[in-house]
């Protein structure tokens, strides 16, 4: 099946799971639910506006790279509200599809994806786009099969560690998508490009690392898999030697696992949390210092000013 193919409306709606309806433009519930996804400001702009800049990137070129992430990134929103089914977004907003039913959500977010891929003009850049999406999809629908198995299947922590890499690919998959958006429109020397953009995908797993972290009672109330998680598994509380290591390792469910380590092991885990948590932070200002200094030119630095946001991704 072809990337294109296996993109289309239908399929992907299939493949998550979203009910199968049909965008109407002449809805008022539709041009409201569009309007509601679109309305969030989009918080990669403060990082990728230098590094457009420092890639030459015409104005026109950079007004739509912003504005196709804009519309990708709402898409993505109202994907994710539905998979989730949570009361609010992860900013706190209310979940598009509480507000206007999933038929509904689902249609327009997939509408806004096809307008976002309609918007880049370059064919090679947009197949690059495609095939970011598809691995996005993918990993969607991977983690909502971990998710529904997670009571009963009994993984060992090495294929439980595989499956948290292929659906970590989701976040990475949209840096990826970012950059494919930014090296289209390069007019710079291409090696001042190459760093940054790995720098870019260090960030979105730091920031992916980052999340699991402060979201680690919700991952367990939601049967997530999360990166936490394993190293919970690969390397749980305890001194070594220790009972709990044989519950880690059981041929048990691995959620049940986590929940007996959780029970007998809760402060030590948060004192584990609280350490990584600081440790995240400190790596993700030496990856943003690192960033502005490639925009830069400069190689050195000891404390550059990092003037980016922070917060919800």
């Known amino acids: ?89 992860p900013s706190g907003r209310i979940a598009a599809w509480r507000l206007f039913g999933a038929a509904t959500t689902a249609s327009s977010a997939l509408h806004l994806w096809r307008r976002s891929l309609e918007s880049v003009p370059n064919l090679r850049t947009r197949s690059a786009v495609l095939a970011e999406s598809a691995c996005m999809v993918r990993s969607a629908r991977l983690e909502g099969a971990v998710r529904r198995v997670a009571g009963t ?23 990826r998508l970012v950059a494919a958006l930014i090296r289209g429109e390069w007019r710079a020397a291409s090696h001042r490009w190459n760093p940054i953009a790995g720098l870019l995908i260090r960030l979105a797993d730091n ?23 394993v190293d919970l598994l690969r390397r ?10 044989a519950v880690a390792s059981a041929p048990a469910p691995w959620l049940g696992r986590l929940e007996v380590l959780v029970e007998t092991h809760g402060a030590e885990l948060d004192r584990r949390r609280e350490s990584l948590s600081r440790s ?27 003037p980016y946001l922070q917060g919800e991704h």
């Open 280 to 306: 995240l932070e400190c790596e993700q200002s030496r990856i943003l210092a690192a960033i502005q200094c490639q925009v830069a030119g400069i190689r050195d630095f000891h404390s550059p000013s990092l």
């Open 207 to 229: 920031w992916q690392r980052t999340d699991d972290v402060h979201d680690f009672e919700e991952d367990l109330g939601e049967r997530r898999l999360s990166s936490l998680v």
């Open 1 to 89: 099946m072809s990337v294109t193919r296996e993109l289309s409306d239908s399929d992907i709606a299939r493949l998550l799971e979203l009910p199968a309806t049909t965008w109407v433009a002449s809805s008022a519930e539709h041009q409201r639910c569009v309007r509601y996804l679109l309305a969030r400001p989009l918080s990669v702009e403060p990082i990728i506006r230098p590094i457009m800049g420092a890639g030459a990137v015409p104005a026109a070129g950079q007004q739509r790279i912003l504005s196709t992430l804009r519309l990708f990134r709402a898409a993505v929103r109202g994907i994710d509200d539905l998979l989730d089914r949570s009361d609010a977004e």
């Open 236 to 245: 749980p509380p305890g001194r070594g030697g220790d009972p709990v290591a």
């Open 153 to 175: 299947a009994a993984l060992p922590v090495p294929r439980l560690a595989g499956l948290e890499r292929r659906i970590r690919d989701k976040e990475w998959a949209y840096w």
